[in-house]
């Protein structure tokens, strides 16, 4: 078997004798089994006992190692773990320097990239010491900045502070490190709530010339309408939209607001997507959970378990089914309250199809609300799957503990968006022209591409202002 090892292949993988093998095994410090005078050892505790070796090891900070010519250059910011940034590696893009908070986060880029920059909080470094960090000239040109800030302040499932939200402000800390840095080129990638979200409040010395408070603090949208107008009066053209992850080779649903900021005052094509549902327009059709799952080793599976008593209940679902799917009586059983409540409740008691793409991974795959059982095992969905379907190598270490790896696959950027994103990128660079898709429908929202969706703001706000007039 494949995941079973011998002490000379353990040994030889970890660079150390075999009789040093057989000590750890006996002390305990390699999980492992005797049978008669042979010791057996599962490949995966070798990857355990590496981690555990090197989690002391995860600097504060660190200068990147090699400086490399002839490349495109990116730094990126709120990096988790890294699923953009291998995207824009599949594209031809290099990631110089990464910045992360997260302390599981930064141990999984500590160990899969050792030889990049690595910082924490963006708010603790000048522009200068970025470009220390990043092993770059005073003057020398940044290709590109890519980040994803904080998106639960803007989240339609949480209390939408935006800006008053201290990762609204992180957000907005962001945006003066692109305009200060000065890239060719910047990438922000975040949520559909963002398209919705209201400025809330700034304090008055924060409102540029273009901005008025009294009208501009509470539209829907008012948000990305600052971010946009804080670009442009930066010199970068903005284009963006809201685009299914699915429809760039991705096998799973996720929708994320993505804007392409372009120095030379420019809009950047959209992406151009490879795929379509049911193969419509001449593209290939979607991948599905099965294509994602192909020749994924049964063994080993980390997951966390379903409570027993959810488990009956799933023990009565197939796949593709769901809370909808149990008999009445059971249903009310199973939601409690939640059955009299609104919205569609389509997280509960989920067991994933496996002829279509997967859902949009969560944080936590066994949480009431956001399920994401195995189509026909009784449990979640493991950490090996998870990485499927986010499309991370399979040797690529997720630092922590299992919820740590959860949370860090599950809010990861899909890599064939990043890919997608950084394609564009390349292409603009070489001055590479592609033939839009026509009528292409990148979500199942409408008016999310920054034309039509500014056409909407603007026309709100000049509703608002009317109807204002009318009072006096």
């Given at each position: 078997m494949e995941n079973i090892i011998s002490t000379s292949e353990a040994a030889e993988l970890l660079s150390v004798s075999e009789q040093y093998i057989r000590k750890l095994l006996k002390t305990g410090k390699l999980d492992g089994q005797q049978v008669g005078k042979t010791?057996?050892?599962?490949?995966?505790?070798?990857?355990?006992?590496?981690?555990?070796?090197?989690?002391?090891?995860?600097?504060?900070?660190?200068?990147?190692?090699?400086?490399?010519?002839?490349?495109?250059?990116?730094l990126s910011f709120f990096s988790g773990a890294m699923g953009l940034d291998l995207g824009l590696e599949q594209a031809g893009i290099a990631t110089l320097l990464t910045s992360e908070i997260d302390n599981a986060c930064r141990k999984t880029i500590a160990l899969n990239k050792p030889d990049i920059g690595l910082i924490g909080d963006l708010r603790d470094y000048t522009?200068?010491?970025?470009?220390?960090?990043?092993?770059?000239?005073?003057?020398?040109?940044?290709?590109?900045?890519?980040?994803g800030?904080?998106?639960?302040?803007?989240?339609?499932?949480?209390?939408?502070?935006?800006?008053?939200?201290?990762?609204g402000n992180v957000f907005l800390h962001f945006i003066d490190v692109i305009l200060e840095l000065k890239p060719k080129f910047a990438v922000?990638?975040?949520?559909?709530?963002?398209?919705?979200?209201?400025l809330v409040h700034l304090p008055h010395k924060e409102h540029d010339n273009t901005f008025l408070p009294d009208q501009k603090t509470t539209i829907h949208g008012g948000a990305l309408l600052y971010i946009i107008n804080k670009l442009?009066?930066?010199?970068?053209?903005?284009?963006?939209?809201?685009?299914?992850a699915a429809n760039f080779g991705s096998p799973q649903i996720r929708e994320r607001v993505v804007l392409l900021c372009s120095r030379d005052g420019k809009k950047l094509p959209y992406l151009q997507p490879t795929h379509s549902e049911?193969?419509?327009?001449g593209l290939n059709a979607w991948r599905t959970f099965r294509e994602a799952l192909r020749e994924l080793p049964i063994e080993p599976q980390e997951f966390i378990k379903f409570p027993e008593k959810r488990l009956r209940y799933y023990r009565q679902l197939t796949a593709g089914q769901n809370w909808r799917n149990l008999p009445t009586e059971l249903q009310k059983e199973a939601l409690g309250n939640s059955y009299y409540a609104g919205g569609g409740k389509t997280g509960f008691l989920r067991r994933l199809a496996w002829d279509k793409p997967a859902p949009t991974l969560v944080t936590h795959p066994a949480m009431p609300a956001t399920d994401l059982a195995h189509?026909?095992?009784?449990?979640?969905?493991?950490?090996?799957?998870?990485?499927?379907?986010?499309?991370?190598?399979?040797?690529?270490?997720?630092?922590?503990?299992?919820?740590?790896?959860?949370r860090q696959i599950g809010n990861a950027v899909p890599i064939s968006l990043g890919r997608a994103i950084g394609t564009a990128i390349v292409s603009y660079i070489n001055n590479e022209k592609y033939e839009a898709v026509?009528?292409?429908?990148?979500?199942?929202?409408?008016?999310?591409?920054?034309?039509?969706?500014?056409?909407?703001?603007?026309?709100?706000?000049?509703?608002?202002?009317?109807?204002?007039?009318?009072?006096?």
């Open positions: 010791w057996i050892i599962q490949r995966s505790s070798i990857k355990n006992l590496v981690l555990q070796e090197k989690k002391q090891e995860i600097p504060d900070r660190r200068c990147r190692h090699k400086r490399t010519n002839n490349i495109i250059k990116c522009t200068e010491q970025i470009r220390i960090f990043a092993n770059l000239e005073v003057d020398e040109e940044i290709d590109l900045i890519v980040g800030p904080p998106c639960q302040a803007f989240s339609t499932a949480g209390k939408r502070k935006g800006f008053q939200d201290e990762r922000i990638e975040n949520v559909r709530g963002l398209l919705s979200a209201p442009r009066a930066g010199g970068y053209g903005v284009s963006f939209n809201l685009y299914n049911g193969g419509a327009f189509p026909e095992k009784d449990r979640p969905l493991s950490i090996q799957e998870y990485k499927r379907i986010q499309e991370f190598p399979d040797t690529w270490i997720v630092a922590g503990k299992l919820q740590d790896q959860y026509s009528n292409f429908q990148y979500s199942r929202y409408t008016n999310t591409d920054e034309q039509s969706w500014e056409k909407a703001v603007w026309a709100t706000l000049k509703k608002q202002s009317s109807q204002q007039l009318s009072l006096f």
